[in-house]
Structures are given as structure tokens and as C-alpha cells.
């Protein structure tokens, strides 16, 4: 059989007994008590950082008298990784290493799973003999050594099924002849048609929020954005590649023998939801000319995922009041800054959620309309026929408006104008590019706008962020250093008592170790003193100091209370919360 006759007795059985050497009772009681689907006593000992990885690894190699092997020195042949599939792999912890003859070397994380060894013999028709390596380790090298180049192989063999997809902004089909008939024909075949559901239901389900398609001379890439990071799934040959950007385009209700100007569309897709129920998801379309064809942008907007809901965004209780306060004001402004794709626009519709009662008149001024929400007016610039928001917000106040959002404040005109509304007894909602709630106010100020204008009319600034959660079925604890955590900014009472974690990667988190995000807010309520201070052309430092003495937590400091509560790792923070992340 070739197996080590040891491998009959699960590994946290052997944990178990042998505790004295490893753990305390009390950490293997808490172990056990926050065991995850599939997971091992061991590995969440090591998980809760009760038992370094390495010491695990020890410890199994003396049970099961096996040898440990370091796999990121391994070289391993592409034949022999292609012997086990990766969602094998995946599923029992496991990768192979080697083959001489009939005989496979296999890395595990678990050498007693009795049964994944039986399967690896019946899948790879060898006799298998197991090393063990970290799961760290062996996810690492399934991350590595597994490419992603295959769209269905990713999707593991499933075709989605029939979508129900309206084309284009107006609804309809596209009907016609066009100029590029090869690539309308190819663009109809039931393989494009099927590779492009296929994409579309991958970035819904894997919750991205953008889909990448990218020409280059030999292989054009698939990506995703999720959780704010870019992924690669896929490839293709240029060919395949333009029949799937020209049936992208048909389904957007673009002109596909136009491929030197950029063009916008628009996708709307039904399929069934979780609950039986129809799932309706927009996908805003860009397209633009490169050196190898058109790239292609899809920002995904999927209504059933996004809670428009201001309790639903992550905000501390005092912070969540404070912003309530500001959006219930007769009048004023209220300003969100943040980079893109940073959740400021989904604050801002969640406040319009909450202030449509049904007694007031809501307007907006969008670029573009990102998403349709009921009873509230909303309009889209359009800069082909010289309709700005300047143009669209003059137009706006002649048609008695009680709350006005604006996309955004790009330049002096829009200011004005904003404020302007704002004296006259309207409230204003918009956001406006800065890195910090009191750059807002530097920000107004650079764009030619009056210091004394700013104190009378605005509310409230806010910046803010969105921090990835570490995956809760991976992520590791991982001690830091007592110096670093007093320099990230906590008290030396706080450094001694937070327990730090990092991301891993598994399956579940597709071996990123996050697993969604959560937003954290820096809220600056303009009183009496920093509307003095405004008007008076103080600096930025000091209304900062103010603002703090106030009881302003900063983003840093909302940060660490992220990692407090064991959601996300130093590492992150630091990412998303220096000076220079914007940049």
C-alpha cells in the first residue's frame, strides 16, 4: 500500500492526547469551542495562536513518524501538479511533490486523514507516500503553483444558467445590420454567449465590484476587483477575446463597429436569488481604445448586496448619531471624501433612504446615476451636450427643491452653487476630493471658495475608508512587536492587552485571508469654534487639534479599533490609514 501504518488515528485525536505537550486545558477548551467546518483542534490551536505552525508541524512529523518538507524550496513539476486537480487539493489540505515510478509524494496538512489518502490513490493510480507541510504552506504553493487560465476550469466545469438579460439603457434589443459582421456573428455563437454569462455571474458571486477584460499582443486578461484588490481569473487569445468584448458591447447596446472612441452602455440581469426570489444586478459598461483592442470595464451593481441603510454601514454609535444629526438639518452641506470606490456614494444614498419620508422633495445630480432609487429625482450629466452639474444644479433650484445630493464637487461653480442652495434653505449632500475631514475645508478653500462662506453652510465633513476583514476560517494570530503597536498609535495599557491577527488564505477567502470589508469613518461636526477658526483662515493642524480635543476619532484611530475587535490586521491598517494611500 505504501502508506505509513501510523496514518489511522485523526490528527486531533493525537492533539488531544498529548495536551501536556503542547497546550493548556483552557486553550484547548476554546479551541474546540470555535472549531470551524473541516477544521482540526490543531489547526485552530494554531489559528487562535496557541500553538506556533511550525511547532504543529513537529509534532506530526514525530506522531506519524513522517518527514516534514519546506515547499517553498520545492520545486514541483507541472506534471505532477496536474495529477491531483485543485479543488482537490484545496478540499483535503494537501499537494503533490513529486513521482518516481508508481509512487507519489504528497504534502498534507492532516497526514491522518485516512480517507483523503484513499482518494489521492484512486484519483492518481499511485501508491502515496505523505510528507507534511503547514496549511499555510500548502495553500501557498496551491496559490502558486495552480494558474488560473481557464474561465470554466475556474467555474469548475458548471455552465450558469440562461440569464435573463435586458440590453442596453433602453431595454431593447439591438436590431440591424452592423459594419463588422464577423464580429456580430461571433459574438451570437452559444460558446461567447455562454463565456460571457459565465463572467458576469462569477464577479456577482465572488461579491466583486468591477470586471477587468485587458488586451495585450499575446494573451488578453480577466480580472476582478474584490475587496478593493484586483485578481486575476482567467485568460484568453486575442480572437476569443474580441468575440467576447463584441458580445459585451451587443449586450450593452453599443456600436460594435466602432472601436476607436470610448463608449459607456449598460447590462440588466435577473437570475434567481438565494431565496427563490429574482436577483436583478446592473452592470455599468465603459470601453475604451488601447494599443491591442478595447478594453473593457464593467462596474458591478448588484441592488440585493448593497444595504442602503445607514445602521447597515459599520458606524460606531456616537459617529452614526453625529451624521444623523448633520442629515436632518432643515440646510447646510454635508461633505463625504474618500478614494474611489471607498463606499462614499453608498453613504450618501443611504442617507437619502432615510430622509425620503415621502414629506420632502429629493433631487440629484449624478456622473453617472450608479443607482435608482424610488421617489427620488435623478438626473446625469452629460458632457456631450454641455449639461453639467453647474447647469443641472441652476436648474434644480427652479424646481423647489427640499434636499439636493451632488455627485460631486469637482470645481468652484459647482461650489458656489452649492452653497448657495444651501443659504437659501436647502440641504446638500455631495462629495468632494480630500484625504481627511479637515482637508475638506482646505479642499473648498483651494477651489477659490470663501472661508466665511464654508463656516455659515457647512454641517459636517466626513472621510472615510473601508478596511478588509481577515477571513474568520483562516486568519492566524501573530504577536506584534509592543514598539510598532505604540507607534501605530496604541496606548502602551492597550499594546499590552490586543491580540494582532494576519491573513492566511484558504478556499474560502480564495487564498487572499479576507473576506469582505468594513468601513471605518473620521466625522468632523462644524461648531461653534471650528466655524470661528474656518473664517479666520486657521490652518489645517490646528483645526485638526480642535477637532480631536472635541472627541474627533481620526481614521488611524477607527483603525485600531478594527483591530481590536480581531477583523483585520495591522497590515491593512497601515495600507489603508498613511498619508500617503490616496496617492
Given at each position: 500500500m505504501g502508506t505509513n501504518p501510523n496514518l489511522l488515528v485523526p490528527v486531533s485525536a493525537l492533539v488531544e492526547a498529548h495536551l501536556s505537550e503542547l497546550v493548556s486545558p483552557e486553550q484547548c477548551r476554546e479551541a474546540r469551542a470555535s472549531l470551524s467546518d473541516g477544521e482540526s483542534l490543531g489547526q485552530a490551536l494554531v489559528r487562535l495562536g496557541h500553538l506556533p505552525e511550525a511547532r504543529l508541524v513537529e509534532f506530526l512529523c514525530a506522531q506519524y513518524k513522517v518527514q516534514a518538507v519546506d515547499l517553498d524550496t520545492s520545486q514541483i513539476p507541472p506534471e505532477v501538479i496536474k495529477l491531483v486537480p485543485r479543488e482537490m487539493a484545496e478540499r483535503l489540505v494537501a499537494i503533490p511533490v513529486k513521482k518516481q515510478g508508481k509512487r507519489l509524494t504528497v504534502a498534507m496538512a492532516d497526514p491522518g486523514d485516512v480517507t483523503g489518502i484513499k482518494d489521492l490513490r484512486f484519483r492518481t493510480e499511485c501508491e502515496i507516500d505523505v510528507v507534511v507541510a503547514s496549511d499555510t504552506a500548502i495553500y501557498r504553493a496551491i496559490s502558486d503553483h495552480y494558474n488560473e487560465t481557464n474561465l470554466k476550469e475556474i467555474w469548475g466545469g458548471r455552465e450558469p444558467g440562461d440569464l435573463a438579460v435586458t440590453i442596453g439603457e433602453s431595454g431593447q434589443d439591438v436590431g440591424g445590420e452592423v459594419d463588422v459582421a464577423e464580429l456580430e456573428k461571433q459574438s451570437q455563437e452559444a460558446p461567447i454567449i455562454k463565456l460571457a454569462n459565465l463572467i458576469l455571474v462569477r464577479a456577482v458571486q465572488s461579491r466583486a465590484s468591477d470586471i477587468h477584460l485587458e488586451p495585450f499582443e499575446k494573451d488578453c486578461l480577466v480580472r476582478l476587483r474584490v475587496d478593493g484588490r484586483i485578481k486575476l481569473v482567467?485568460?484568453?487569445?486575442?480572437?476569443?477575446?474580441?468575440?467576447?468584448?463584441?458580445?459585451?458591447?451587443?449586450?450593452?447596446?453599443?456600436?460594435?463597429?466602432?472601436?476607436?472612441?470610448?463608449?459607456?452602455?449598460?447590462?440588466?440581469?435577473?437570475?434567481?436569488?438565494?431565496?427563490?426570489?429574482?436577483?436583478?444586478?446592473?452592470?455599468?459598461?465603459?470601453?475604451?481604445?488601447?494599443?491591442?483592442?478595447?478594453?473593457?470595464?464593467?462596474?458591478?451593481?448588484?441592488?440585493?448586496?448593497?444595504?442602503?441603510?445607514?445602521?447597515?454601514?459599520?458606524?460606531?454609535?456616537?459617529?452614526?448619531?453625529?451624521?444623523?444629526?448633520?442629515?436632518?438639518?432643515?440646510?447646510?452641506?454635508?461633505?463625504?471624501?474618500?478614494?474611489?470606490?471607498?463606499?462614499?456614494?453608498?453613504?450618501?444614498?443611504?442617507?437619502?433612504?432615510?430622509?425620503?419620508?415621502?414629506?420632502?422633495?429629493?433631487?440629484?445630480?449624478?456622473?453617472?446615476?450608479?443607482?435608482?432609487?424610488?421617489?427620488?429625482?435623478?438626473?446625469?450629466?452629460?458632457?456631450?451636450?454641455?449639461?453639467?452639474?453647474?447647469?443641472?444644479?441652476?436648474?434644480?433650484?427652479?424646481?423647489?427643491?427640499?434636499?439636493?445630493?451632488?455627485?460631486?464637487?469637482?470645481?468652484?461653480?459647482?461650489?458656489?452653487?452649492?452653497?448657495?442652495?444651501?443659504?437659501?434653505?436647502?440641504?446638500?449632500?455631495?462629495?468632494?476630493?480630500?484625504?481627511?475631514?479637515?482637508?475638506?475645508?482646505?479642499?473648498?478653500?483651494?477651489?477659490?471658495?470663501?472661508?466665511?462662506?464654508?463656516s455659515r453652510t457647512v454641517k459636517l465633513t466626513l472621510a472615510q475608508r473601508l478596511l478588509r476583514k481577515l477571513c474568520p476560517r483562516c486568519k492566524r494570530v501573530e504577536p506584534t512587536p509592543l514598539a510598532e503597536l505604540l507607534t501605530l498609535g496604541f496606548t502602551e495599557q492597550e499594546a499590552g492587552q490586543v491580540k494582532t491577527y494576519v491573513a492566511v488564505g484558504c478556499p474560502h477567502c480564495e487564498q487572499t485571508g479576507y473576506s469582505g470589508r468594513v468601513g471605518i469613518y473620521e466625522a468632523m461636526p462644524i461648531g461653534?469654534?471650528?466655524?470661528?477658526?474656518?473664517?479666520?483662515?486657521?490652518?489645517?493642524?490646528?483645526?485638526?487639534?480642535?477637532?480631536?480635543?472635541?472627541?474627533?476619532?481620526?481614521?488611524?484611530?477607527?483603525?485600531?479599533?478594527?483591530?481590536?475587535?480581531?477583523?483585520?490586521?495591522?497590515?491593512?491598517?497601515?495600507?489603508?490609514?498613511?498619508?500617503?494611500?490616496?496617492?
Open positions: 482567467g485568460t484568453l487569445k486575442p480572437a476569443p477575446f474580441r468575440w467576447l468584448t463584441s458580445r459585451i458591447k451587443v449586450m450593452s447596446d453599443m456600436n460594435l463597429a466602432e472601436s476607436r472612441q470610448p463608449q459607456d452602455g449598460r447590462i440588466k440581469i435577473k437570475f434567481p436569488g438565494d431565496s427563490g426570489q429574482e436577483r436583478e444586478v446592473d452592470f455599468r459598461v465603459s470601453t475604451l481604445p488601447t494599443q491591442f483592442g478595447e478594453k473593457v470595464v464593467l462596474r458591478v451593481l448588484d441592488k440585493t448586496a448593497q444595504k442602503l441603510h445607514l445602521d447597515a454601514l459599520g458606524f460606531e454609535p456616537d459617529t452614526l448619531a453625529i451624521v444623523r444629526k448633520a442629515i436632518h438639518r432643515p440646510h447646510g452641506i454635508v461633505l463625504v471624501t474618500g478614494p474611489t470606490g471607498s463606499g462614499k456614494t453608498t453613504t450618501l444614498y443611504s442617507a437619502l433612504k432615510e430622509l425620503d419620508t415621502g414629506a420632502k422633495t429629493i433631487f440629484t445630480v449624478e456622473d453617472p446615476i450608479e443607482i435608482q432609487v424610488d421617489r427620488v429625482n435623478q438626473t446625469a450629466v452629460n458632457h456631450t451636450i454641455n449639461l453639467s452639474f453647474a447647469k443641472v444644479l441652476r436648474a434644480l433650484l427652479r424646481q423647489d427643491p427640499d434636499i439636493i445630493m451632488v455627485g460631486e464637487i469637482r470645481d468652484y461653480e459647482t461650489a458656489e452653487i452649492a452653497i448657495q442652495a444651501a443659504l437659501v434653505g436647502r440641504l446638500v449632500l455631495s462629495t468632494i476630493h480630500a484625504n481627511s475631514a479637515v482637508d475638506t475645508i482646505v479642499r473648498l478653500i483651494s477651489l477659490g471658495v470663501e472661508p466665511s462662506l464654508i461653534a469654534e471650528l466655524r470661528r477658526m474656518i473664517a479666520e483662515h486657521e490652518t489645517a493642524d490646528r483645526m485638526l487639534q480642535e477637532a480631536t480635543r472635541l472627541g474627533m476619532r481620526t481614521l488611524r484611530d477607527e483603525g485600531l479599533k478594527i483591530i481590536q475587535k480581531g477583523q483585520t490586521s495591522v497590515e491593512e491598517v497601515l495600507h489603508v490609514t498613511s498619508s500617503d494611500s490616496d496617492n
